[in-house]
């Protein structure tokens, strides 16, 4: 079988295994960077385990991908192998040997309390439905840490008013139960009475009535930022982190944190412990 054979079938594997629309393609690119690698379409049985090592330090040659870039393309690699692996479509796996390199995760931006207060009062204080809509939209993902895609592919149905919760369509296509605070239960009420006539509406539309995609959500928060004086380069996954944040710091409990932001292994979460002892470090240099 040659290689762009078995990428598409490990894409038809992916899709029917419910990966997200970023896993996939994220895959698919570095799977293909390895088809241009070789020059040719190679047989997937004539791929070994020194072609793979020689590819990943052509990745890293003359100042090439970042380390935790690498990792991500190993990723792929034992993924798609393992696939063939398991299919019979190769007797020996040349991906075994591989291992992710050890890195120092960044320290996510976050949002202050006072920054997300000020950031929540300036589209409070601003007129219109667009306003209003994108009140309760950042809202709820600074009082949730729900992702992105899981925020645009909310429907009006899955907000269970009576219960304070949202059911989210997690990442590796799980589902999921976050919960709100009384506000933010009240806020998503009047926003569904006023714009969602049916339980299979978008629960956040755009005036024309299309569901918002996740580049329009991004745009809008651009917007308030700047509104609200708020100049550092921020994204709205840094939301999730603000509610991360503060949830660690109110609770000091990582494992309740892994829960809220469904994250399967905790040592996804513990870069949140990291935050603390960034502020503490802060905190000491200055007495």
């Not at 063939?84 to 007797?91: E, K, N, R, T």
Request: charge should be positive; aromatic fraction near 6%; charged fraction near 20%.
């Amino acid at each position: 079988m040659k290689l762009s054979t078995a990428i598409a079938r490990f894409d038809t594997q992916l899709r029917a295994d419910g990966k997200s629309e970023r896993t996939r393609q994220a895959y698919l690119r570095d799977l293909r960077k390895l088809k241009g690698w070789l020059h040719r379409d190679a047989s997937i049985t004539s791929v070994t385990p020194d072609m793979l090592a020689r590819f990943l330090v052509a990745q890293t040659a003359n100042g090439g991908k970042a380390p935790l870039s690498v990792n991500r393309t190993k990723t792929a690699l034992r993924v798609f192998f393992r696939f063939l692996a398991d299919a019979s479509y190769i007797s020996e796996n040349p991906a075994r040997l591989i291992r992710s390199t050890p890195t120092d995760r960044p320290v996510p931006s976050y949002l202050s309390r006072h920054e997300a207060k000020r950031l929540l009062a300036t589209i409070a204080a601003s007129n219109g439905r667009v306003a209003t809509r994108d009140h309760t939209m950042f809202s709820l993902l600074l009082g949730t840490g729900i992702r992105l895609g899981s925020l645009v592919g909310l429907n009006a149905g899955d907000v269970s008013l009576a219960e304070c919760s949202v059911t989210i369509a997690a990442k590796g296509g799980r589902e999921d139960t976050v919960f709100l605070n009384v506000q933010l239960c009240r806020l998503l009420a009047r926003h569904i009475n006023a714009h969602a006539s049916t339980d299979s509406a978008p629960l956040f539309s755009s005036l024309r009535g299309s569901r918002l995609c996740a580049r329009q959500v991004q745009l809008r928060l651009q917007h308030w930022l700047a509104a609200a004086g708020i100049t550092r380069q921020l994204s709205v996954h840094s939301l999730r982190h603000t509610f991360a944040t503060r949830l660690y710091r109110q609770t000091g409990d990582l494992r309740l944190v892994q829960r809220a932001l469904g994250h399967r292994h905790i040592a996804t979460t513990e870069i949140y412990a990291r935050v603390e002892d960034k502020a503490l470090r802060t905190a000491i240099a200055s007495m």
